[in-house]
């Protein structure tokens, strides 16, 4: 059944990277808990403590607000198909916006989409695996192209409205920075 490890192993590795779908899940000490699907080609494994993953505009930024006071991070991911599996990356997260000294190292691991606003690098301190024997098996039909296309359609500037509009605050009010780190 479930396993605690402290770092991660290269048979975690090979599953990750075989993974479509991963999920994050932050929250502060006085806000709601946050959990957000990602997808796409966004994430990295960066050595056997450290993971990043590229985030996209979207309609809020609540990860973004919550790491910038609680850096607690969970990152899950779960098999779909083939053997069943759960893994979690616990650890400290850090936002790197692109006016960070860092952006450019970090972004050129990604083929950035449009819309990418952010880079969550995270310093792992704890991995678990458990069974997966209760999650479903899903086909996987492809990505979706619509954030992709919407960001496209948007371009930099409209991306920029939209972050002044829709991403400088959390659902619980709490800043994320992303028009002063960003812009």
């Keep these: ?21 991963f999920f994050v ?16 080609d966004s994430f990295r494994v960066l050595g056997n403590k450290r993971v990043a993953w590229l985030n996209l505009t979207g309609s809020s930024n609540e990860t973004s607000a919550h790491v910038q006071q609680s850096p607690r991070m969970t990152i899950m991911f779960c098999a779909f198909d083939g053997a069943p599996l759960i893994l979690r990356l ?3 997260a850090k936002v790197v916006h692109m006016n960070d000294p860092e952006w450019a190292e970090l972004l050129s691991l990604f083929t950035p989409p449009p819309g990418a606003r952010q880079i969550f690098d995270v310093t792992l301190d704890l991995v678990q695996s458990s069974c997966g024997m209760s999650v479903p098996y899903y086909t996987y039909a ?18 920029r409205r939209y972050w002044e ?12 920075n992303i028009v ?4």
């Excluded at 479930?2 to 599953?15: D, T, V």
């Excluded at 509009?165 to 994320?176: A, H, L, M, V």
């Design 90 to 92: 616990y650890g400290t």
């Design 142 to 159: 492809g990505n979706r192209e619509l954030l992709s296309d919407w960001a496209a359609k948007k371009g930099g500037d409209g991306l």
């Design 165 to 176: 509009e829709k991403n400088q605050t959390s659902i619980d009010g709490i800043p994320t």
């Design 1 to 21: 059944m479930g396993q605690q490890f402290a770092e991660l192993s290269a048979k975690h590795i090979q599953f990750i990277a075989e993974q479509r779908i």
């Design 180 to 183: 002063a780190k960003n812009c």
């Design 25 to 40: 899940g932050t929250a502060t000490a006085n806000s709601r808990v946050n959990v957000s699907p990602k997808g796409m």
